[in-house]
């Protein structure tokens, strides 16, 4: 079946340090991929995504490539900030979920001032 | 502004008693899922539903059931709660067709004395 696997945490970042999240995945097909952001106390919400090969999805200065060839979504950021503290969620949705997805375990990130 | 809503941000409640979690999404989405969210676990499908009154079981059924009734709605039931159901509750939606994101809702942490 699918899977989604993560870089293990937790991750602790000075500000302005370059963030990088690995995640590769198996699936069927061509997936969408996506990643998550889990703020403390809160639900998951979508980062961003990216639905074929050699897509860069990007959003608050966060971006992530759809490498086919490698299987993988590594999801950066050039300078991250106090507020980018939370748990990023890499995940995938394929021809094989029937309208579900499959996510990794999350990486906890911390970013120190 | 789209959204997922849940009836109680916390809970605590009794051994063997009969829990109610409610889910509420406006954006007339086809598929609800209700996961739970233990520490070091990562997301754990509980219950997913494709249509009103259709249900399917997902990785970690056991002591649960659920409910929809109308579209916009997903109850998640704990039948008789034990300690070892306490955990953050996440309920979410998304489109029916594969390959989309999944809304979130805030959350509810259920702890159970």
């Known amino acids: 079946g699918d899977s989604v696997t993560q870089m293990e945490g937790p991750v602790t970042l000075s500000e302005e340090a370059f963030l990088t999240i690995n995640c590769t995945y198996t699936?069927?097909?061509?997936?969408?991929l996506f990643w998550y952001v889990q703020y403390p106390g809160e639900g998951l919400q979508l980062l961003l995504k990216?639905?074929?090969?050699?897509d860069k999805g990007s959003n608050k200065g966060f971006e992530a490539t759809y490498r086919k060839e490698t299987t993988s979504f590594h999801l950066e950021k050039g300078s991250v900030q106090v507020s980018d503290s939370a748990v990023y969620f890499c995940?995938?949705?394929?021809?094989?979920?029937?309208?579900?997805?499959?996510f990794g375990d999350g990486t906890t990130l911390t970013v120190k001032p | 502004d789209v959204k997922v809503t849940q009836s109680s941000r916390y809970l605590v409640k009794r051994t063997g008693e009969k829990v109610f979690l409610e889910c509420v999404q406006d954006?007339?989405?086809?598929?609800m899922f209700w996961y739970r969210q233990d520490p070091g676990l990562g997301l754990r499908l509980i219950y997913f539903?494709?249509?009103?009154?259709?249900?399917e079981k997902g990785d970690i059924p056991e002591g649960y059931s659920v409910s929809r009734e109308k579209k916009e709605r997903f109850s998640l039931i704990l039948e008789s709660a034990s300690t070892n159901q306490t955990s953050m509750y996440l309920c979410?939606?998304?489109?029916?067709?594969?390959?989309?994101?999944?809304?979130f809702g805030p959350g509810t942490r259920l702890t159970v004395l």
């Open positions: 699936a069927t097909g061509y997936p969408s």
């Open positions: 990216a639905t074929k090969a050699d």
């Open positions: 954006m007339d989405h086809e598929n």
């Open positions: 995940a995938l949705s394929g021809s094989t979920n029937a309208g579900k997805s499959t």
């Open positions: 539903s494709y249509d009103v009154k259709m249900k």
């Open positions: 979410a939606s998304s489109l029916a067709q594969t390959y989309n994101e999944q809304f």
